[in-house]
């Protein structure tokens, strides 16, 4: 059957066949029928059943009448089926209508229960480059369907500067309820904090949780006295605990005393416990540090609790806290162990007492070897602990693990330190060119070429050196990664530079 019989065909069952036929018929022409057609499809958008309605806006979508589809769809659009204003809303936007008409039809589909007409609607507004209706839109926020709300901040992002999207999004931030509340005010930039900080301060007895955390997020840079002691009064009456370790982590930014009582009681919360030792170890008291000193040891405490504890013996800096921390780095709980290293790398760059110095550099070389998990952790933590550089050259010829000597070789960079040995270190780079780990062989590539411009001396067998490191440098087959490369041209030109 050729175009014009199917033509045809579809013609006379739209007139006369039954409600499926007629359906079909719309659809089909909406296929294979031409410009004029348009017209002819337009005239059925009155049909009594649904399913006709529906195949009409979808064969006018397909067929392109825009002058046609223009008046019926807009028709459509406000169907009493919602299976109609679907296929309607998709084929005005497919034909790219415009127009005041169109945007008042698509600002109404923003409230419509179905929510694939929602996402029609900010799909169709956008489109259109139009915000449409600022409360209907900024409503959306609070959608509970993740691809309405998160089409509709896109466009209320997009259209931020507009006045009455503005100032919808400030009434919502102020004044709204639930998740509509909270995307408002992730909506507004930081200097809008001051002007917000009446209804802020409200927020945190609002009875939506996340509200309360959204405010208490909001409240971080505000260092005035009034919101400190809002939210340490908050803070004992939060019973929801990701609120409470939502306003421990903010009253711990600030170093607030008065955080004391309320972590002790959440410190065996699995959720609140580790923001609680975070806020312990930063107000710095004598009871919270002697609380932390329990906490690290009770085996009833979670081990991100315990870790956050050990972490926050480090940054709370007492006299016995390298003494607390050393043996945790044996702990069972690997979550204990790497919160031991974090707490000795911030005990480390706050500066060790000299006695401290050596137990802390064997026991972090010692952990660099055993704990395949925090290697690189341990390794930031040992930068700057000359007392390490013995036992780090024995790891570094000794370990099997190539993470392992990657990392020693890495800490025996001129970058990171010197002693009296550094010269011994040169042999080592060279070696470890070789070294079947690329990320060994990076290290060892960036020591020597940062040894070479420390010392200014020329090693032995200069030219073999050179030849090798050209090769490297120009590894055309990737053998070598474009880090490698690049600190082996370093290494080049400190060779061409030495006297």
């Not at 415009?98 to 489109?127: K, M, S, T, Y």
């Not at 803070?235 to 002790?264: C, I, Q």
Request: proline content about 5%; cysteine-free; charged content about 30%.
């Amino acid at each position: 059957m050729g175009a014009d019989q199917q033509i045809a065909f579809f013609l006379r069952e739209l007139k006369v066949g039954d409600t499926w036929r007629r359906a079909a018929a719309a659809k089909g022409l909406g296929r294979v029928g031409r410009d004029e057609h348009a017209w002819v499809l337009a005239g059925s958008a009155d049909d009594p059943a649904p399913e006709v309605r529906e195949a009409v806006a979808a064969g006018l979508g397909r067929l392109g009448g825009t002058e046609a589809g223009r008046t019926v769809l807009l028709a459509l659009m406000g169907d009493e089926d919602p299976w109609v204003r679907r296929r309607a809303s998709r084929a005005a936007i497919r034909l790219g209508l415009d127009g005041p008409p169109l945007v008042a039809a698509f600002a109404r589909l923003l409230r419509d229960p179905d929510h694939h007409l929602r996402i029609n609607a900010l799909e169709g507004l956008a489109a259109l480059g139009t915000p449409g209706d600022a409360a209907g839109l900024v409503a959306l926020l609070g959608d509970p369907e993740g691809a309405v709300w998160g089409r509709a901040w896109s466009l209320a992002y997009r259209f931020r500067d507009d006045p009455a999207v503005s100032a919808e999004v400030v009434r919502t931030a102020e004044q709204g309820a639930g998740d509509a509340r909270v995307r408002a005010l992730e909506l507004l930039p930081g200097h809008w904090t001051e002007r917000l900080l009446d209804s802020l301060l409200t927020g945190l007895r609002d009875g939506s949780a996340q509200v309360r955390i959204a405010v208490a997020g909001r409240l971080r840079d505000a260092e005035d006295a009034r919101t400190q002691d809002a939210l340490a009064a908050a803070l004992e009456d939060e019973r929801d605990p990701n609120v409470a370790a939502s306003l421990l982590r903010r009253l711990g930014l600030r170093g607030e005393e008065r955080v004391t009582g309320p972590a002790m009681r959440w410190l065996g919360d699995a959720l609140a416990g580790p923001s609680a030792a975070y806020a312990l170890g930063a107000a710095g008291t004598r009871a919270a540090t002697g609380v932390l000193r329990t906490a690290v040891t009770d085996s009833a405490l979670p081990g991100r609790t315990r870790a956050a504890a050990a972490k926050a013996i480090g940054q709370a800096g007492r006299w016995d806290a390298v003494w607390l921390l050393l043996p945790l780095l044996d702990d069972p709980d690997g979550d204990v162990r790497a919160g031991a290293v974090d707490g000795l790398d911030t005990l480390v760059d706050e500066g060790l007492r000299l006695w401290e110095r050596r137990p802390v550099a064997r026991a972090l070389v010692a952990h660099l070897a055993a704990d395949p998990n925090t290697v690189w952790q341990t390794h930031n933590a040992l930068i700057g602990l000359a007392e390490a550089l013995p036992d780090l050259r024995r790891t570094a010829d000794r370990t099997p693990s190539p993470e392992v000597r990657a990392a020693a070789l890495s800490l025996l960079d001129t970058d990171n330190a010197t002693d009296e040995n550094t010269a011994q270190d040169l042999p080592r780079f060279v070696r470890a060119l070789d070294d079947p780990d690329e990320t060994v062989r990076h290290h060892a590539t960036e020591g020597l070429a940062h040894w070479l411009a420390t010392t200014g001396r020329r090693p032995r067998d200069e030219e073999r050196l050179r030849a090798r490191l050209t090769v490297i440098a120009s590894d055309v087959v990737d053998v070598s990664g474009e880090r490698t490369r690049a600190a082996a041209e370093e290494a080049l030109r400190a060779l061409d530079g030495l006297a």
